[in-house]
């Protein structure tokens, strides 16, 4: 079976350092990669995804920077974290690749970030 | 492009009582649509899902939905609500792009 990991689980970083976040599924080949941003009262936002090695869109314009090094590992950094980027952070997958469009998304744990 | 409107973001219901949550979308085609829960702290979980099929989708933990094309609804339902259904919940939309949620709705059960 299919799982996915995240971490850390919690996060407390002081302003203006670097982040780094990783995401790994397992049992699975090709899947289609996202990393979302949940803010208190906000909903989920889409940050990232990726359909492949080296792929990867943006969907907002930020300070964050998605990479993908192989398969299954989806890496969430920044170089400088601001206040605002304080939040609940989810990396999902779904198959790739299979023509089905109908694919639900399969959530990680998340990765709870304080910035201070 | 697709969107989905998730109207109240709190609702508070009586145990036993009905759960009714609302979603509308917007598409210019046939969606596929998503409830997800979310329990504090966790990741979502899928709840139901909808994918051209059957009108009446059922889904874990006793919730169902109905797609009404008419209305442009995905409304989320169960007919008796219990205290551990006390979460978030999100509508979401699919269609060869990446999930769209709606802001979600808090469920609150009160005893």
């Known amino acids: 079976s299919q799982t996915i990991h995240q971490w850390p689980a919690t996060l407390v970083q002081p302003v203006g350092s670097p982040l780094s976040l990783e995401c790994t599924v397992e049992g699975t080949s090709n899947p289609n990669l996202y990393w979302y941003r949940q803010a208190a009262g906000r909903g989920l936002q889409l940050l990232f995804y990726s359909v492949g090695i080296g792929q990867i869109s943006s969907e907002v314009p930020q300070n964050l920077s998605a990479s993908r090094p192989q398969d299954r590992q989806f890496i969430l950094s920044s170089k400088k974290l601001l206040l605002s980027d304080s939040g609940f952070y989810l990396c999902?997958?779904?198959?790739?690749?299979?023509?089905?469009?109908?694919?639900?998304?399969?959530f990680g744990p998340g990765t709870r970030l304080t910035v201070l | 492009a697709q969107s989905v409107t998730q109207l109240g973001s709190h609702v508070s219901v009586s145990e036993g009582a009905l759960v009714l949550l609302r979603c509308n979308y917007s598409s210019s085609v046939p969606p596929y649509l998503f409830w997800y829960v979310q329990y504090p702290n966790q990741g979502l979980q899928l709840l139901l899902k909808y994918t051209s099929a059957a009108t009446l989708v059922k889904g874990i933990n006793g919730f169902e939905a109905e797609f009404k094309k008419s209305e442009t609804s995905f409304h989320l339902t169960k007919p008796s609500a219990h205290m551990s259904d006390a979460a978030e919940y999100f509508c979401?939309?699919?269609?060869?792009?990446?999930?769209?949620f709606g802001k979600g709705t808090r469920l609150s059960v009160i005893a």
């Open positions: 999902a997958w779904n198959a790739g690749a299979s023509g089905k469009t109908y694919n639900e998304q399969f």
């Open positions: 979401a939309v699919r269609r060869n792009t990446p999930l769209v």
